[in-house]
Structure formats: C-alpha cells, structure tokens
C-alpha cells in the first residue's frame, strides 16, 4: 500500500512539473521562430525600482553553428531609451520579448552610436535556460570550464537596405580603423561595471590595478610566511580587478547608508523578469559589485545579464535585490548608478550566456570584524563587512577594505609602528586560528599589517588539503607614530672556547631606532657529543630562517596550521646554533607533547620589531687532534646588494 501511495505521488508530481515545464516553454519564443520585421518590447529600470518598457524591433538573426553564439539583432527605440542615453550598461539581461512571449536578454550594443534606435544584441533565452540545470544542482555539477569570449565576425544582416557585418570585440577600435570599415557594425558587451562604494584613495587603485611588486618588497613581503607561497601571492596581488578580468571599476562616491538600498525606499523590492538585481563581491561598509536585469525567473532560480561578469565559472557571490538611483549619460557608455537591497540567494554561475543563481540559499561568505586605532590622535574606527566565498578573490579583498579603513584613520601616509592581533574562524578548524604581529616601517606603516593579514589569508586558502571553510575574521590593528624598531649591533658569548655540552653565556646588544642600547643575554647548551672545532651561534631578528634550511613539507592540515601560529613575529630575538644537526639528538618531548630544541630560543621584545643579524664563531675544544685543513682555492663571494628598505632586507 505503502508504495502505491509512493507512486501516485512520483506520478502527481511528475504531472505537476510538467504543467510547470509546460507554461514555462508557453512563456518562450524558440529561438527559430524569431523573424526580421517581428517587433516586441523590452523591460529594465533606469532609476528607482519602476519597471519601465522599451520598443524592439528584430533586424535580423544570427545563426552559427553551437548556440553559444547565437544572436538577435535589434534595434531598440522609445522614451526610456532616449532617457537612458542609449543601451547603457546595466542593461544588461533586460528581457526582450517577442509577441508577448520572452525571446532572450539584450546584452550588447553597437559603439558610438548617436541616435535614438541604436542597433543592440539579444541572446536568445534558450542558451541562458542551460544554466539552470548547474543551479538546480546547487552549484555541484558545473558546466565543466569557462570558455573564451568568441571574439570576431559573428555573421551578416542587411540594415536600411546594405548588408553590414557584425563583429563582436573586447574594446571598440579606433575612429581611423571604424573609418576604414564602414561596411562593419562593432558590438561590445554592455559592459557592465562593478560599482564600488566605501572605499577610496590607494585602496581603491589597488583594487583595480593590483599592488606592485616594489610597494610588497617594501612591507616585507618577500619574508613570505611559507616559501612556497611567496612568488604566488606577490603574482596574484599584483593584478588588479580590471587587468584579471577585462572589468571597469567605477567608484559611486557612497558611502556607509547612502551605499545601501534602505537608504532610499522603505518597500520590499520585488525580484521579477526586468528588474534590477546585484551581484555583490562584498556588502556591508564596503560594497563591490555590479548591477544588471533580471532576464528569467523560474521557481527561485534566477538568470540575468545575458553575458559573464568576471568571468568567475562556479561561484558564491551575493544575490541582492537592487535601487537604481539614476542611468549616468557618459562618452563612452552610459551605465545605472545602483545600490544594493537585501541579499535573496547565491549566485552560482558566471558564464558566458549570462548569470544565475538561487533566491533560497544563503551564500557562504567571511564575515570582517575590524577595528583601528591610532593611539596618538586617540581616534578608533570600526568597519564591518562580508566578503563573498570565492578563494581566489578573498585575499585582495580582504586588503582592499583593511587598507581603506587604516588609511581613513590615520589620515596620513608615514611612518610607524603597527600592532595587528587577528584571529581567523573556520568550520574545520578546531578552535580559531590567532596572530600578533609587530611591523614598523620609515615611510609607509599603514599597508603592512593588511598586508600580512591578505597573505595569512592566501596561505590558508591555497592549502593543498581541504576547503577551510571560512566564517569570520576579527582584526585588531593598533597605529602609532613613533618607529619603535631594534637592529641586532652585535653577539658576544663569555669565554673564547668551550668544552662540548658546556653553556654558551651570550650578551646580544641591540640599537634602538634613534634610541639606546639595549642588551638581552641568555645561554644555550652545546652538545655534549660535539666532534667539531666550532659552531656558529647567529642572532637575529624577525621570523627569518636559515638560508640552508629546507621549505617545510606538512603532512595535514593541523601541520599547517601549527607551524604557522608558531612563526615568530617580526618583534622577536632568535639566537640559535647552526650547522650542529647531525651532533643534534632527537628533541625531547615536552609535557605538553610539543618538542624542545636547547640549541635555539626565541623570545618576544613587546611591541618593538627586531631586524638584522650578527654571528660568532664559537670555539671548541676537542681532546682528539685537529687534523690540518686542506687549502682550498678561494672563490669570488658574491656580491652582496644594499638593502633598499629599513627593517625588511630580502
């Protein structure tokens, strides 16, 4: 009985998605019943959240082999058009419609145009309905890659009786070029723009160009905290938005509720085909993202655009709905200066057809905590705002709106001492993962600590084991005027020699940054099996480690994550012996399970970074005789380049 009851069912709910399957293919114009000469509508907002309309008439059709290549050639007309100033970007993923029924998303239009009917391209709906499949699968199964924007002359149609090509490009060419070409139409995307607000200065330059090798070099970047993660993390960061993938930034000039749609309307915004909606990078006190049309709603799956934004492929932005303020006229193409509402759902898909997502699930995100304080002004400022889950921009990110907010404190660029405590929250870490760090800097203090802070974050997420999970990060960052640094001046131990398993008494005098001398002493026990006549004992500042030591190799994740917590901070003494590993017996374990090594110490000096390096040649005496050294031919030593920047020499 049981399973009668489980097949009728099966059966009633088949039936009732076909119904579904039914009037949604009811609601479709195929692609092949598209004629020249049909004429429809077209539905966008080009300020607030009224959906106005817009006449359409088809040119003609381009059918290529595949169908992601497939166009609609339009020509659009009408008041909200002349309103807007043209097809401007935002647009794009209006739904344009075709005896009453959906035909595809505007999503490109013919460059400097003049007119009031400028000619534009639709894509026709069933290439983006591809798109809902992935959704439905929440974004598990995925199209497979991304591929590239195919570029170059996409067919022919015949306008005002001359036949005209249409090439699509990633930039209109030159008025020389169109010159000699007046027999070709350009298409270019509606580029649409990604709208940034709370953030300005250099943080927002680097957010579109990237940060230069030479700034990271200066912040003591090529201290990596993991070799293997050095060149990467310099490379990535160096790229901007613009230049990784072909998107303009476009400062709104908001800020804090003036970015947000609450700021404008008390009334729910409604998610419908023609309506605006975001695609959020990040939201809160910072907001970066791009505002387009909704072209498709089925159930709570969402398709807009009609184009890739990044592209990103498989994603996790923000869904939100969306107020546009105004369609901004400009030179090049016009665009709708958005805000964004409340976030509806996930996006999971940037792709070449278009954009979609589902209103129903929450997009996991990391959440930023940060407060700065500049201790001589006595001023604190607090910013709050989550970045989308997506690994591969989260550190830039994350850089972007710490630096805005240190810079917005400070007010100045120069020098400093900075204290940054951050403490990062992860499913699956089995408690939060927590960093001080001590950083000063002669010229420029306020990018080293968010700095520091992107590259914890890049190491994390490029770990070769498991996806962390990321929820929430609290920054501390504490700024004060004063360079308080140490250069390591000297080593001195109390005796010329030693017996083997003797202590070694040793005086480190460090020179403070225009400041005294300050001496910190302290012992180490040579082995007691040493078959040497002599070690090295080196002192030096700052996580640095030996030249001669290999990258470390993790066999988990809790290895990782250990050994990352333990690198000591740049305001930290390491006196150590070197070249003594093969005289060196296992570490004895300490109660805490963690092992001891006697022949190196570390200690913290407050908040006061340590740099430079001193060694001492520590003599041993040896009961067997000292056979003599062969004579080796001297080779040239390298020559050794000047450090460039206080405090961080690479």
Not at 530 to 537: A, E, G, I, K, Y
Not at 617 to 640: N, V, Y
Request: glycine share 8%; hydrophobic share 40%.
């Amino acid at each position: 009985m049981r399973l009668i009851s489980i097949a009728i069912l099966g059966t009633l709910l088949l039936a009732s998605l076909g119904v579904r399957l039914a009037d949604a293919q009811s609601h479709i114009i195929p692609f092949s019943e598209i004629k020249p000469g049909m004429e429809g509508f077209g539905k966008t907002v080009i300020k607030g959240t009224e959906i106005q309309t817009f006449t359409v008439k088809v040119i003609n059709v381009i059918d290529n082999p595949g169908v992601l290549d497939d166009h609609i050639v339009v020509r659009v007309s009408g008041p909200t058009i002349r309103q807007a100033g043209g097809v401007a970007a935002g647009m794009s993923g209006s739904p344009i419609y075709i005896n009453n029924r959906l035909a595809g998303a505007l999503w490109g239009s013919w460059g400097f145009q003049v007119g009031a009917e400028p000619i534009a391209l639709v894509r026709p709906i069933e290439t983006m309905l591809a798109l809902i499949e992935p959704l439905r699968e929440k974004a598990h199964k995925r199209l497979g890659y991304v591929p590239d924007i195919p570029l170059g002359v996409i067919g022919s149609v015949e306008i005002d009786g001359q036949r005209k090509q249409i090439e699509v490009v990633s930039q209109m060419p030159s008025l020389s070029e169109r010159a000699h070409r007046p027999d070709t139409i350009f298409i270019q995307a509606a580029a649409t723009p990604l709208l940034v607000s709370g953030l300005e200065g250099r943080a927002l330059k680097y957010l579109k160009d990237g940060i230069s090798e030479r700034v990271m070099r200066a912040a003591g970047m090529r201290q990596a905290l993991l070799p293997f993660a050095q060149e990467e993390f310099v490379h990535e960061l160096s790229q901007g938005l613009e230049e990784r993938y072909s998107v303009r930034i476009q400062p709104t000039g908001l800020s804090g509720a003036a970015a947000h749609a609450s700021a404008y309307t008390n009334e729910p915004i409604e998610l419908q085909e023609g309506s605006p909606f975001g695609v959020m990078l990040t939201d809160g006190d910072v907001t970066i993202g791009a505002f387009g049309t909704v072209s498709y709603i089925e159930e709570n799956i969402v398709l807009g655009f009609g184009h890739w934004l990044l592209p990103a492929g498989e994603t996790e932005f923000f869904l939100t709905d969306a107020y546009i303020l105004d369609t901004v006229e400009s030179l090049e193409t016009p665009f709708k200066l958005g805000v964004p509402g409340i976030t509806r759902g996930a996006i999971f898909e940037d792709r070449w057809q278009g954009v979609g997502g589902v209103t129903t699930i929450e997009p996991r995100s990391l959440a930023v905590f940060l407060t700065v304080k500049d201790r001589d002004l006595g001023v604190t400022t607090q910013t709050r705002f989550r970045i989308a889950y997506y690994e591969s921009l989260m550190p830039l990110l994350l850089l972007v709106g710490v630096l805005d907010a240190v810079d917005r404190t400070l007010n100045r660029i120069g020098p400093g001492t900075m204290i940054a405590r951050y403490t990062l929250v992860a499913d699956e870490l089995n408690q939060p993962f927590t960093r001080t760090d001590v950083f000063a800097s002669l010229s420029d203090i306020a990018v080293t600590g968010p700095l520091r802070i992107a590259q914890t974050l890049f190491t994390l997420t490029r770990n070769e084991f498991r996806d962390l999970g990321f929820a929430q990060i609290d920054i501390e960052i504490d700024v004060q005027r004063a360079v308080r640094a140490l250069r390591v001046k000297s080593i001195k131990a109390d005796k010329e020699s030693y017996e083997p398993g003797e202590s070694v008494h040793y005086t480190v005098t460090l020179q403070a940054y225009r400041g005294k001398e300050r001496t910190v002493a302290g012992e180490l026990k040579l082995p007691k099996e040493l078959d040497r006549s002599s070690v090295t004992l080196v002192a030096f500042g700052g996580p640095r480690r030996s030249d001669r030591e290999e990258a470390p190799e993790f066999d988990s994740l809790d290895d990782l994550i250990d050994f990352l917590q333990k690198i000591p901070s740049n305001n930290s003494l390491t006196v150590e012996f070197l070249d003594i590993s093969d005289e060196m017996p296992k570490y004895k374990e300490q109660e805490d399970g963690e092992p001891e090594n006697p022949y190196k110490y570390t200690q913290t000096l407050d908040e006061t970074i340590v740099y430079g390096e001193k060694t001492l040649e520590i003599k041993i005496k040896t009961e067997k005789p000292q056979e003599p050294t062969p004579e080796k031919p001297e080779e040239p030593k390298p020559e050794k380049k000047p450090c460039k920047f206080p405090f961080y020499c690479p």
